[in-house]
């Protein structure tokens, strides 16, 4: 490498210090790792450079020399201090220095042979370091209620600037008030490294919405991203406030079941041991909150309460209802009663609300309570009740059978639709089911189902003479017989025949009474013609004379003779 003569130097520093550029460019470098410094910052292209040389700042006047570079010739490293193999010169002339550190911290001037020009371009380095780590130490155990407590100590190491740390709960940053939050801060330089750790110290009064809560610390550095420690939480420490007794029981709670009290106290640490008040006995529990009433019943409803031991004022109370749901109905089961007699139904309810009731007959709904003032065979039976108290239900049932002699109520007849048998029907009521017999035999039996003490029984007969026929009912109550006449079928045919011929009759008997008018005219006739002649023959007697009595005499018997002709007719 070729050196300047010492006149050369002086010129060039003479010429530097006439066109020094004033004002300080600043680039920031990170601890430990390389700082490239730019020389010129591209004002000046390297193909135009003679001479490049970078020196730094010692402080009191003084400058370090620690490279030069001649053009087309090699580097030639100068440095014989702390920086003796940790420069070197990029291709653009920039000077790289590794392992920056905090006494880095000065300016390097780059100076610049380009022509007969000499230029100096200074610059001023900065180092910085993010905090080591942040971490939270020195926590409290718990944290009492309304009482100053020192939550932690928040640390960021080694950190260049010093860190600045913010305590945060739940996210949301603290501010000390002077009241309930006090923080305190302080940083510390390491006298070898230059490096400084930055402590805060949070000291916190906490509430009971404290519990769970989570606290933390954060920090953000001029270069790297936030820094934020592990979040701790905190054991809250208070007072019991509040008491609170709850049920535990299946809804609704009936008669035969069990039911829980449970005291619930809002103090941390919760108590373990508590009085209950069961409608004036007192019972003690230790280790634990709850008390079992088992199988309970209606004497069970009343107010219960729970309270603290150590402060029997504070207590809680609550009302625990059993419902019940009680019904009679009488008579019930099987009951047997005769036709004709009263049933008097009694349902008695013994429930602790309001009851809805509702009754049913061989699985059908009826719109009313039954009521039996005079029982008949059709009342008889399955009859169901049920009452209902909101879930609850009860049922009972009455089997009604209402019995007696058969009666029978209806026997009559018709002729079949061939027109060739008779048909014969017995309705009759009575129960149990009665037997039905005839005196006469038949085909075509037919039974229809006995159904509310009703049974009707047909038989089919041919009779060839007029009959009379009896139907006979029974059972064990006693038995009912009624007849009928029946005519033979060739009878009954001319019977009928003899109806349709009844208009013809008619007929013929208003012809006999016209007929009967004639002869009695005819009659009349003749007896006016004698009376005639026994006139005449006193005419002659007395001398009289009569124009024309033979002529009227014979008209007369021409009339008579005209009549008896129309009557025979």
Partial sequence: MH???????????????????????????????????????????????????????????????LLVKQKNQNVSISATDEYKGRVSLAANNSLLLSAVKLSDQRTFTCMVVAGADITEYP????????PAGLDISDKAEELEIGKLNKLGKCVAQDANPAANITWLKNDIPLVADGKGIFIQSSVLVDPVTGLSTTTSILEYSAKKEDTEAEFTCSTQHTVGSELVAQPVTFT?????????????????????????????????????????????????????????????SRDTT???????????????????????LDINLSPSGNVVKSAGEALDLNL?????????????????KLDKEPKFT??????????????????????????????????IKRLNKHLGKDGRHEVLVC??????????????????????????????????????ANLTVSCTVSNEFGADSKTINVSSIIEEVRMDKQDQSDGSDQTKLVVGVVVGL????????????????????????TGEKEDGSSEEEKKLEEKVEENSQKAEV
């Avoid at 008889?380 to 009972?396: I, N, P, Q, T, W």
Wanted: net charge negative; with cysteine; hydrophobic share 40%.
């Fill in 236 to 296: 809250i420490t208070y007072s019991t406030e509040n008491i609170n007794l709850r049920i535990i029981a299946q809804e609704p709670l009936v008669e035969g079941e069990n039911v829980t009290l449970k005291c619930e106290a809002d103090g941390n640490p919760a108590p373990t041991t508590f009085n209950f008040h069961l409608k004036g006995e007192l019972v003690k529990v230790e280790n634990a909150d709850t008390y079992t009433i088992t199988n309970v």
């Fill in 518 to 541: 004639l002869v009695a005219t005819v009659v009349i006739a003749l007896a006016y013609l004698v009376y005639m002649k026994k006139s005449k023959q006193g005419s002659w007697k």
């Fill in 3 to 65: 050196l300047l003569s010492a006149s050369c130097v002086c010129a060039l520093l003479i010429c530097a210090l006439l066109r020094q550029v004033s004002g300080l460019e600043t680039v920031i470098g990170l601890y430990g790792e390389t700082l490239e410094i730019p020389c010129s910052n591209g004002a000046m292209k390297a193909e135009d450079v003679l001479i490049t040389k970078w020196k730094y700042d010692k402080g009191e006047g003084l400058s370090g020399d």
């Fill in 348 to 364: 008695l309810i013994d429930a602790s609300g309001d009851t809805k009731v509702s009754w049913t007959k061989d699985n059908n």
């Fill in 123 to 130: 610059v001023n380095v900065v180092i910085y370091k993010t």
């Fill in 427 to 464: 309705e009759a009521e009575g129960s149990p089911k009665p037997a039905v017999s005839w005196s006469i035999n038949g085909t075509s039996l037919d039974e229809t189902p006995f159904l509310n003490g009703k049974i009707t029984h047909k038989i089919t007969v041919v009779p060839t």
């Fill in 302 to 324: 009343g107010e219960y309460k729970c309270s603290l031991v150590d402060n029997p004022t504070m207590e809680a109370s609550q009302d625990i209802t059993v419902n019940y």
């Fill in 374 to 407: 005079k029982l008949t065979y059709a009342d008889s039976g399955s009859y169901e009740c049920e009452v209902m108290m909101g879930v609850l239900s009860r049922k009972a049932s009455l089997e009604l059978a209402v019995e007696g002699a058969p009666v």
